[in-house]
């Protein structure tokens, strides 16, 4: 077998992957759109087309979770964002090498800590009965976790460090030399910002953001640990929808909602692909 | 040159503020777990934790799950990015349409197409052969259709741990030097370039290992009791317990991160050789932005 004879071979090497990828995502995502488009094998008249599971989850209670869902993310996300950026800056032009890498290893790994262990620490921290709450009698100055403020607070704790995952490698691709020029030509810190640092790291900023967005929207694990049940989330009433809480017949509601997340998932990266291509111009 | 040289004040203040918010929830679970209400400093949680119901059943199950899932995930993508380095290229752009689709799909938008599927099985298919294969992958003693979810999760991470490693390496020209020294071309993928994949291989598998161990939506609405549904699932009636448990799960991810870096880091190098690779290490060592259904 020789170099010239690989490209048989690398089909054959890449088809388990394209197999399993039909049965272990294909399957469900065909279960989900023939679901989502027809009534439930458990309604009266059995499985038939209708348009009626997909109206019916972007209305009364599903449109208010959904609202409370984008809500949710779009404001957690700015926050992280905005946060993220001088917390990002700051590591980066940090001159103590251990300190930085400490903070990217740090950072991944906060990143990554989402869902339960991330909202029982939250529990035990401003949960009704958590240590800073009773220490500083948060209760008495009206604060509760379990509502979509406590949420946002919860939230920042992995967006956070995705943002500055996420920023970094923009930021390190901020030349110097960029700055020196623009002092040279007299301009302010803030100018330089204003003029030359944000435009060029706005594609990343912007793709920071839709990215933060979109793991904020598909969160589940923190908000079912939390019991928070008072902030209406799509994630949670499909949750709720799958374990059965919902009347006879209407179980394709669950894959309606799901295939409303979908599209607002694809579109989060329809956006995200494009700004990620465009920032990496300015990284090499 | 003072200017230059001049420490500024905010990035202290950025880094204080940050670490605050980051340590304090920390610290406040440790606080929470040692120091309950009525009794003072116990470590009753800790100790309470091997002796637990169900606690070894579900970190055993999560561990078999994970150990499925990154080999899982191995087996497929490795000979895929390979086989496109050496000499399919045009297969890559198929490979990455194909790794980035998951994330389109969160993870209970996917769950929620698996029931439907798995609810196939006793509806259409009771009486033909492949009944038998839907209820094989849902044995609760090892539900093999979690290790296919969590692969179908990991496969972005994956991809792009690997695919950064792979940019690092040239590896046609280590598979040409390879054969021309009188290797087969199984050997020279198994002996050259696989182990110049190390590092990227390592952190492929401590992100699956870290998406499986915290993975909590799909297994709690599939009906499994998994670590993180155990814990939850315990947090109802022992608060201290679960909090103690996350902790130590913190820790534990936290200790492996490390187990990983420093079994990624290359040996035997000259210098000048190894500042360079561990930059490239550093590179495939950053995490991919890019959070799976983590929360």
């Given at each position: 077998?020789?170099?010239?004879?690989?490209?048989?071979?690398?089909?054959?090497?890449?088809?388990?992957?394209?197999?399993?990828?039909?049965?272990?995502?294909?399957?469900?995502?065909?279960?989900?759109l023939?679901?989502?488009?027809?009534?439930?094998?458990?309604?009266?008249?059995?499985?038939?087309?209708?348009?009626?599971?997909?109206?019916?989850?972007?209305?009364?209670?599903?449109?208010?979770?959904?609202?409370?869902?984008?809500?949710?993310?779009?404001?957690?996300?700015?926050?992280?964002?905005?946060?993220?950026?001088?917390?990002?800056?700051?590591?980066v032009?940090?001159?103590?090498?251990?300190?930085?890498?400490?903070?990217?290893?740090?950072?991944?790994?906060?990143?990554?800590?989402?869902?339960?262990?991330?909202?029982?620490?939250?529990?035990?921290?401003?949960?009704?009965?958590?240590?800073?709450?009773?220490?500083l009698?948060?209760?008495?100055?009206?604060?509760?976790?379990y509502?979509?403020?406590?949420?946002?607070?919860?939230?920042?704790?992995?967006?956070?460090?995705?943002?500055?995952?996420a920023?970094?490698?923009?930021?390190?691709?901020?030349?110097?030399?960029?700055?020196?020029?623009?002092?040279?030509?007299?301009?302010?810190?803030?100018?330089?910002?204003?003029?030359?640092?944000?435009?060029?790291?706005?594609?990343?900023?912007?793709?920071?953001?839709?990215?933060?967005?979109?793991?904020?929207?598909?969160?589940?694990?923190?908000?079912?640990?939390?019991?928070?049940?008072?902030?209406?989330?799509?994630?949670?009433?499909i949750?709720?929808?799958?374990?059965?809480?919902?009347?006879?017949?209407?179980?394709?509601?669950?894959?309606?909602?799901?295939?409303?997340?979908?599209?607002?998932?694809?579109?989060?990266?329809?956006?995200?692909?494009?700004?990620?291509?465009?920032?990496?111009?300015?990284?090499? | 040159?003072?200017?230059?040289?001049?420490?500024?004040?905010?990035?202290?203040?950025?880094?204080?503020?940050?670490?605050?918010?980051?340590?304090v929830?920390?610290?406040?679970s440790?606080?929470?777990?040692?120091?309950?209400?009525?009794?003072?400093?116990?470590?009753?949680?800790?100790?309470?934790?091997?002796?637990?119901?169900?606690?070894?059943?579900?970190?055993?199950?999560?561990?078999?799950?994970?150990?499925?899932?990154?080999v899982?995930?191995?087996?497929?993508?490795?000979?895929?990015?390979?086989?496109?380095?050496?000499?399919?290229?045009?297969?890559?752009?198929?490979?990455?349409?194909?790794?980035?689709l998951?994330?389109?799909?969160?993870?209970?938008?996917?769950?929620?197409?698996?029931?439907?599927?798995?609810?196939?099985?006793?509806?259409?298919?009771?009486?033909?052969?492949?009944?038998?294969?839907?209820?094989?992958?849902?044995?609760?003693?090892?539900?093999?259709?979690?290790v296919?979810?969590?692969?179908?999760m990991?496969?972005?991470?994956?991809?792009?741990?690997?695919?950064?490693?792979?940019?690092?390496?040239?590896?046609?020209?280590?598979?040409?030097?390879?054969?021309?020294?009188?290797?087969?071309?199984?050997?020279?993928?198994?002996?050259?370039?696989?182990?110049?994949?190390?590092?990227?291989l390592?952190?492929?598998?401590?992100?699956?290992?870290?998406?499986?161990?915290?993975?909590?939506?799909?297994?709690?609405?599939?009906?499994?009791?998994?670590?993180?549904?155990?814990?939850?699932?315990?947090?109802g009636?022992q608060?201290?317990?679960?909090?103690?448990?996350?902790?130590?799960?913190?820790?534990?991810?936290?200790?492996?991160?490390?187990?990983f870096?420093?079994?990624?880091?290359?040996?035997?190098?000259?210098?000048?050789?190894?500042?360079?690779?561990?930059?490239?290490?550093?590179?495939?060592?950053?995490?991919?932005?890019?959070?799976?259904?983590?929360?």
């Amino acid at each position: 077998m020789t170099l010239k004879t690989k490209a048989p071979a690398g089909m054959l090497a890449a088809l388990p992957l394209v197999l399993f990828m039909l049965v272990a995502f294909g399957l469900p995502a065909v279960a989900m759109l023939t679901g989502a488009f027809s009534t439930s094998s458990d309604a009266p008249g059995g499985a038939q087309w209708t348009t009626a599971n997909l109206t019916d989850s972007v209305q009364g209670a599903y449109l208010t979770g959904l609202v409370s869902s984008v809500k949710l993310s779009a404001l957690s996300a700015l926050l992280a964002a905005v946060l993220g950026l001088p917390l990002a800056q700051a590591v980066v032009t940090s001159r103590h090498r251990a300190l930085r890498e400490g903070v990217l290893a740090a950072s991944g790994v906060l990143a990554n800590f989402g869902g339960v262990p991330l909202a029982f620490a939250f529990i035990a921290t401003l949960g009704n009965a958590g240590v800073l709450t009773e220490h500083l009698g948060l209760t008495g100055a009206g604060w509760s976790l379990y509502t979509f403020w406590g949420l946002v607070v919860v939230y920042l704790y992995f967006l956070l460090p995705l943002m500055v995952l996420a920023i970094t490698p923009a930021l390190e691709g901020l030349r110097k030399q960029w700055r020196e020029a623009a002092q040279n030509n007299g301009a302010t810190g803030f100018q330089y910002w204003r003029y030359v640092a944000l435009p060029v790291l706005a594609p990343s900023l912007l793709g920071g953001y839709v990215l933060l967005f979109g793991s904020a929207f598909a969160a589940y694990a923190t908000a079912a640990a939390l019991g928070s049940g008072s902030v209406p989330l799509i994630t949670v009433q499909i949750a709720d929808a799958l374990s059965g809480n919902v009347l006879v017949g209407q179980g394709n509601i669950a894959l309606a909602l799901s295939l409303d997340m979908v599209v607002v998932a694809g579109l989060v990266m329809a956006v995200y692909v494009p700004l990620q291509r465009r920032s990496a111009r300015w990284l090499d | 040159m003072a200017r230059l040289t001049r420490k500024p004040l905010w990035r202290g203040a950025v880094g204080l503020l940050a670490g605050l918010y980051f340590l304090v929830p920390v610290a406040a679970s440790v606080i929470f777990t040692v120091d309950v209400p009525g009794q003072g400093f116990t470590l009753d949680a800790y100790s309470g934790i091997l002796s637990a119901d169900g606690f070894t059943d579900s970190l055993l199950l999560t561990l078999e799950l994970a150990a499925a899932t990154i080999v899982l995930v191995m087996v497929l993508l490795v000979p895929a990015l390979v086989a496109v380095r050496l000499g399919a290229p045009r297969l890559r752009p198929l490979l990455e349409i194909i790794c980035s689709l998951p994330l389109v799909v969160p993870s209970v938008a996917l769950v929620s197409g698996y029931s439907s599927v798995l609810r196939w099985g006793p509806e259409h298919l009771s009486r033909t052969p492949l009944f038998q294969t839907f209820t094989a992958v849902q044995d609760k003693r090892f539900p093999f259709v979690l290790v296919l979810a969590y692969t179908v999760m990991a496969l972005p991470l994956a991809y792009r741990a690997l695919d950064s490693g792979l940019r690092a390496v040239d590896v046609r020209v280590l598979v040409e030097a390879a054969r021309s020294c009188g290797a087969s071309a199984p050997r020279a993928v198994l002996q050259v370039v696989l182990p110049n994949l190390r590092g990227a291989l390592l952190n492929a598998s401590f992100l699956t290992l870290a998406l499986v161990l915290g993975e909590y939506t799909v297994g709690a609405l599939l009906g499994y009791q998994p670590f993180a549904v155990w814990i939850v699932n315990t947090g109802g009636n022992q608060a201290q317990l679960s909090v103690a448990v996350s902790v130590l799960s913190l820790v534990v991810t936290w200790m492996l991160l490390l187990v990983f870096a420093a079994l990624g880091r290359p040996r035997d190098r000259s210098r000048s050789l190894s500042r360079s690779s561990r930059r490239a290490g550093r590179d495939a060592a950053a995490p991919a932005p890019i959070a799976q259904e983590v929360a």
